[in-house]
């Protein structure tokens, strides 16, 4: 088993590298209160396919699938990657699932490898976690493995922004997001966040943008990966703007981002599966849509998948 200790190569801590403020008791209380009554909650058609096979991708293909909130399932390659997965019940903070996960970790085909972006509790799920083999290599930012070793795995690296690892026959990098991190009241921002980068052999990219807000980092990462074919973009969890602006992008910021990352294709993730703020559970996958047509993007270019719903590029 790997050391449960933290590697002496990252800070106690990440505060440096936040680009946003954290919201306040206050604040915290505000937000709680303005999230949609549980009538809006289970009214809400979040659209939803039922588990069926995956359809076969190999070398020179890109399968996205998405597994509800910001849960997906990446193939580049024949390599198959499980990004942020949140596949059991409901998390702290947010009650139960509204939607549920298109897969239980036990209908996962095998894992080249699992991607964590950060610590919050809608993208690292323990209860899932534990249901994968211990064998199943991790990649985590700067000061996760500890968690995952005191967990049993055995396979964990972490990375810092713009670093990067092979997989397979596939590169991953670990590239910077507008966001934060924590899991207890005693360890904010201990472990470092981001989103992910896979390029195959044929130089084509899949961006996981993680959790984020909008700022400088998707033009920064547009012009270090030229040929990113699809990114998957949180647009939901904005309401109250005022109060999240800071963390997560809204729709029209995401489709913004798509053009700073020179991006054609998007996947929007991070809405339909949680309460987690203020905005009708429905709202960011109509806004999303208005704005990719309203800004003259091809319609076809929008996967606005349903939960359980592949692409294949």
Not at 50 to 62: H, K, S, T, V, Y
Not at 194 to 222: E, K, M, N
Not at 258 to 275: E, K, M, Q
Request: proline residues 10%; charged residues 25%; positive net charge.
């Amino acid at each position: 088993m790997p050391s449960a200790r933290r590697d002496p190569r990252w800070p106690r801590d990440f505060h440096h590298r936040r680009t946003a403020g954290l919201l306040n008791p206050l604040q915290v209380l505000e937000l709680a209160r303005s999230m949609p009554a549980g009538a809006e909650r289970t009214g809400a058609r979040v659209p939803v396919v039922d588990a069926r096979p995956l359809p076969p991708a190999g070398p020179g293909e890109i399968a996205v699938t998405w597994l509800g909130h910001s849960s997906a399932l990446l193939r580049v390659d024949g390599v198959t990657l499980l990004v942020d997965p949140v596949l059991a019940g409901g998390i702290p903070g947010a009650r139960r699932r509204l939607t549920p996960p298109a897969l239980t970790p036990e209908q996962l085909p095998p894992l080249d490898a699992v991607l964590l972006s950060h610590d919050h509790y809608d993208h690292l799920d323990a209860p899932t976690l534990r249901r994968l083999p211990r064998e199943t290599p991790v990649l985590v930012g700067g000061g996760g493995a500890p968690w995952f070793a005191r967990r049993g795995f055995t396979d964990v690296t972490e990375l810092d922004w713009w670093e990067s690892t092979r997989v397979g026959g596939v590169a991953v990098e670990f590239v910077p997001a507008h966001h934060w991190s924590r899991r207890t009241l005693f360890d904010t921002c201990r472990r470092l966040w981001g989103g992910w980068v896979v390029t195959g052999a044929d130089g084509r990219s899949v961006l996981h943008a993680g959790d984020t807000g909008y700022g400088p980092f998707p033009a920064r990462i547009g012009a270090r990966h030229r040929h990113i074919a699809v990114a998957l973009l949180p647009v939901g969890a904005y309401a109250p703007r005022r109060l999240l602006r800071g963390v997560h992008m809204d729709p029209a910021e995401a489709v913004r981002a798509a053009g700073d990352l020179g991006a054609r294709r998007v996947v929007p993730i991070h809405w339909g599966t949680f309460v987690l703020s203020g905005e009708p559970v429905l709202e960011p996958l109509e806004r999303v849509r208005e704005e990719w047509v309203r800004t003259g993007r091809d319609r076809a270019d929008l996967w606005d998948l349903p939960i359980g719903g592949t692409r294949l590029l």
